[in-house]
């Protein structure tokens, strides 16, 4: 399997993941609990994801490197944090659908520049990661939930070149939150502005 052929597999492993670390707290008041120093509720940064993966999706297979998609997806009225989840966990598998049957030097718009197929699959893992982070800290505070490393170390390769090249002691899923403006990095001041690169590799 080629390095770009992984990332559909990488999107719905992230999705389960954290989709099982959300579900302990689906009972909670999502609507009325904020994301971790966000300005949304975490039900909010939820739907933030699930809009972004398929968001993603779409970019991908309108494959205009100079346009967006002119489409939002939004929850209805029946929504409910357990279906949240399910709806990510669904819009995981169309992103991953999108980016394997899409030509992989196909490109499509994005505000950091145009991307490939395995770039916008990298960035719905991020999206995933660190909004699960975000919203089980705006849930659980002292949680020590983290993106797992496998995760982590790849989008850390694929989108951010930029990072740090040191092994923080805590791992790759710290250095993910560092490099995202999460936390500082040992004698690195918490980032109050970043970005990735999702250009072609």
């Not at 399997?1 to 999705?15: I, K, N, T, Y």
């Not at 099982?20 to 300005?39: E, I, Q, Y």
């Not at 850390?156 to 040191?166: E, G, I, S, T, Y």
């Not at 004698?187 to 072609?200: D, I, K, M, N, V």
Request: charged share 20%.
């Amino acid at each position: 399997m080629g390095e770009d052929d992984r990332w559909p597999l990488l999107v719905q492993e992230a999705s389960k993941v954290c989709a099982a670390a959300l579900a302990p707290h689906t009972g909670s008041d999502w609507k009325n609990a904020n994301a971790r120093d966000l300005n949304w509720s975490v039900w909010d940064t939820v739907v933030h994801v699930n809009d972004d993966l398929y968001f993603y999706a779409a970019q991908i297979l309108l494959a205009d490197r100079s346009d967006y998609v002119c489409f939002e997806l939004a929850p209805d009225d029946h929504a409910t944090p357990d279906r949240l989840l399910a709806a990510m966990n669904m819009n995981a598998q169309l992103l991953a659908a999108a980016a394997t049957v899409t030509h992989p030097q196909s490109l499509g718009q994005h505000v950091y520049g145009a991307s490939d197929p395995a770039g916008f699959a990298a960035m719905g893992v991020v999206e995933l990661l660190v909004h699960t982070f975000d919203a089980i800290r705006g849930l659980e505070p002292l949680s020590q939930w983290r993106p797992p490393e496998s995760l982590a170390r790849a989008v850390l390769a694929r989108l951010f070149p930029h990072r740090p090249r040191m092994t923080p002691d805590a791992g790759q899923g710290h250095m993910l939150l560092y490099v995202t403006g999460r936390s500082p990095l040992g004698e690195l001041a918490r980032l109050t502005e970043w970005r990735w690169y999702g250009s072609p590799i």
